[in-house]
């Protein structure tokens, strides 16, 4: 390592990028927007106490805390295992790739149920406040309005109402994080879960077990591809938007690993997921994995932007020639995939001019009822194949607005959390969180990421994990109280 630093200092090319990077870097650190960018408002807990939300909640709480001592229920509820809400919130983020939808939202009520006993049951336990709360509750408001008004009601009422449970369920996991080994614990075994879908998915590989469409391939330009894996998310494509999620925090956990032991461990787990991930053959998630790959690497230390090249290169002449085929067909209109998904564009953006402000409603049957009328060549579509499409599709404008914001809040909050963390591990996890949600962004744009219920379950667990993450060397062994 030394001698390769000796060589590359030695080297006049090298010291002149090193050079131009460290000015670029100056100059981006005096940026006045940059400046503002990095320091947002203080946490303050008064803020959030005088808003006509809390003052509704106090006094909603109150009245339910008068009824719970009338009934003496907080004999029955003492000491039992339904008061530990970390377990029942930890649950369905950990098992939700492996689990049917309705099982989550099973566990998912058990930790609203949980969290609402342990409010009652500790009066002196107050909500814990993040500054992205306030939008993930109005995202889900207009989402909620979404489906009330949509053209097809009884359609849209079961995949609405899911669908706010479980963006809503982000402030409970949120609450039910009382310590910093709690986190790290969820975390964990988030990765964990991860590497056995993905162990599960190259067994499906080799042995060729599951269902295959053949809408998932061209087989005329992709003759050589015989088989996507799909895993438990019974889709290659959300496949690829869950190991988005799970990648860079298990690279958090092997650079913080503190043995070799879990230096190994880790990278195993790594590489099954990784593996996993060139298995689903998905265009998508591998140009998003790259881009996280990049924003992860950059905020680690942003020298590592001059090996891009390099690591590129080395990619060319590492990966199997089906594989490069399949990644360099990114924008080949003659691929099947790619222009049904742009004629499907076509026919929601000329949709969208007469539904935009107010959407159509979510799920498929208000989509279907309003979209043929609009389609490209007859295309039939279940969705808009795009996050953000969609988004306006379900609910209007207004909910593309909001969930912009939300966005715009939580990258804010990690990045200002990364400028000023000193905390090698915490570091890391603020890191892997903005990246990943950085790369399902990226796959969000040629897919819509939420027609996976248990994908749109954990994005939003994954929300609420990042903005934890983002005070993690603040958070004790007891509870984050604001």
């Given at each position: 390592?030394?001698?390769?630093?000796?060589?590359?200092?030695?080297?006049?090319?090298?010291?002149?990028?090193?050079?131009?990077?460290?000015?670029?870097?100056?100059?981006?650190?005096?940026?006045?927007?940059?400046?503002?960018?990095?320091?947002?408002?203080?946490?303050?807990?008064?803020?959030?106490?005088?808003?006509?939300?809390?003052?509704?909640?106090?006094?909603?709480?109150?009245?339910?805390?008068?009824?719970?001592?009338?009934?003496?229920?907080?004999?029955?509820?003492?000491?039992?295992?339904?008061?530990?809400?970390?377990?029942?919130?930890?649950?369905?983020?950990?098992?939700?790739?492996?689990?049917?939808?309705?099982?989550?939202?099973?566990?998912?009520?058990?930790?609203?149920?949980?969290?609402?006993?342990?409010?009652?049951?500790?009066?002196?336990?107050?909500?814990?406040?993040?500054?992205?709360?306030?939008?993930?509750?109005?995202?889900?408001?207009?989402?909620?309005?979404?489906?009330?008004?949509?053209?097809?009601?009884?359609?849209?009422?079961?995949?609405?109402?899911?669908?706010?449970?479980?963006?809503?369920?982000?402030?409970?996991?949120?609450?039910?994080?009382?310590?910093?080994?709690?986190?790290?614990?969820?975390?964990?075994?988030?990765?964990?879960?991860?590497?056995?879908?993905?162990?599960?998915?190259?067994?499906?590989?080799?042995?060729?077990?599951?269902?295959?469409?053949?809408?998932?391939?061209?087989?005329?330009?992709?003759?050589?591809?015989?088989?996507?894996?799909?895993?438990?998310?019974?889709?290659?494509?959300?496949?690829?938007?869950?190991?988005?999620?799970?990648?860079?925090?298990?690279?958090?956990?092997?650079?913080?690993?503190?043995?070799?032991?879990?230096?190994?461990?880790?990278?195993?787990?790594?590489?099954?997921?990784?593996?996993?991930?060139?298995?689903?053959?998905?265009?998508?998630?591998?140009?998003?994995?790259?881009?996280?790959?990049?924003?992860?690497?950059?905020?680690?230390?942003?020298?590592?932007?001059?090996?891009?090249?390099?690591?590129?290169i080395a990619l060319y002449f590492v990966m199997p020639d089906t594989v490069i085929s399949r990644f360099t067909s990114i924008g080949d209109l003659t691929d099947n995939s790619t222009s049904y998904r742009v004629y499907i564009w076509m026919g929601v953006l000329a949709m969208l001019k007469d539904y935009w402000l107010c959407g159509?409603?979510?799920?498929?049957?208000?989509?279907?009822?309003?979209?043929?009328?609009?389609?490209?060549?007859?295309?039939?579509?279940?969705?808009?194949?795009?996050?953000?499409?969609?988004?306006?599709?379900?609910?209007?404008i207004c909910a593309l607005v909001v969930f912009v914001l939300l966005l715009f809040h939580y990258f804010r909050m990690l990045c200002a959390a990364v400028s000023l963390e000193k905390d090698w591990q915490s570091r890391l996890f603020q890191i892997a969180f903005g990246s990943g949600v950085c790369g399902f962004l990226v796959q969000?744009?040629?897919?819509?990421?939420?027609?996976?219920?248990?994908?749109?379950?954990?994005?939003?667990?994954?929300?609420?994990?990042?903005?934890?993450?983002?005070?993690?060397?603040?958070?004790?062994?007891?509870?984050l109280l604001v």
């Open positions: 390592m030394e001698q390769a630093k000796q060589i590359l200092n030695g080297s006049l090319l090298w010291r002149a990028l090193m050079a131009l990077c460290l000015w670029f870097g100056h100059q981006w650190q005096q940026s006045g927007v940059v400046r503002w960018f990095l320091h947002p408002p203080a946490w303050e807990r008064a803020v959030s106490e005088h808003s006509i939300f809390f003052r509704l909640w106090n006094w909603v709480r109150e009245l339910l805390c008068r009824l719970y001592r009338f009934l003496h229920l907080e004999r029955l509820f003492t000491g039992s295992v339904f008061l530990q809400v970390w377990v029942w919130c930890a649950l369905p983020a950990v098992l939700a790739p492996l689990l049917p939808t309705m099982a989550v939202l099973g566990l998912a009520a058990v930790g609203y149920a949980s969290l609402l006993l342990n409010l009652l049951h500790d009066r002196t336990r107050p909500l814990a406040y993040s500054p992205i709360n306030r939008y993930i509750i109005l995202y889900a408001a207009v989402y909620l309005a979404g489906t009330f008004f949509s053209v097809n009601p009884s359609g849209s009422l079961k995949p609405g109402l899911l669908s706010v449970a479980f963006i809503l369920f982000a402030v409970v996991l949120y609450n039910a994080v009382t310590g910093r080994r709690q986190l790290d614990t969820l975390i964990i075994l988030m990765v964990l879960a991860g590497t056995l879908v993905s162990f599960y998915g190259i067994l499906q590989y080799l042995f060729r077990w599951g269902y295959q469409s053949s809408a998932w391939v061209d087989s005329d330009m992709f003759s050589s591809i015989e088989f996507r894996v799909p895993s438990t998310l019974e889709n290659p494509n959300m496949l690829g938007q869950y190991l988005l999620l799970t990648i860079p925090l298990g690279g958090a956990c092997l650079l913080g690993a503190k043995s070799w032991g879990k230096r190994i461990f880790y990278l195993c787990c790594c590489g099954i997921m990784c593996l996993c991930m060139i298995l689903t053959f998905s265009r998508g998630a591998w140009l998003a994995l790259l881009f996280a790959g990049v924003i992860f690497l950059l905020f680690l230390n942003p020298r590592f932007i001059l090996l891009a090249p390099f690591a590129l159509i409603g979510p799920g498929d049957a208000a989509f279907n009822m309003v979209y043929p009328a609009y389609s490209y060549n007859s295309i039939v579509a279940p969705h808009s194949h795009n996050l953000f499409l969609q988004i306006v599709c379900d609910a209007g969000a744009m040629t897919d819509y990421s939420f027609y996976n219920y248990r994908v749109m379950f954990l994005f939003w667990a994954y929300l609420a994990l990042g903005a934890l993450c983002a005070r993690r060397s603040q958070l004790p062994e007891g509870r």
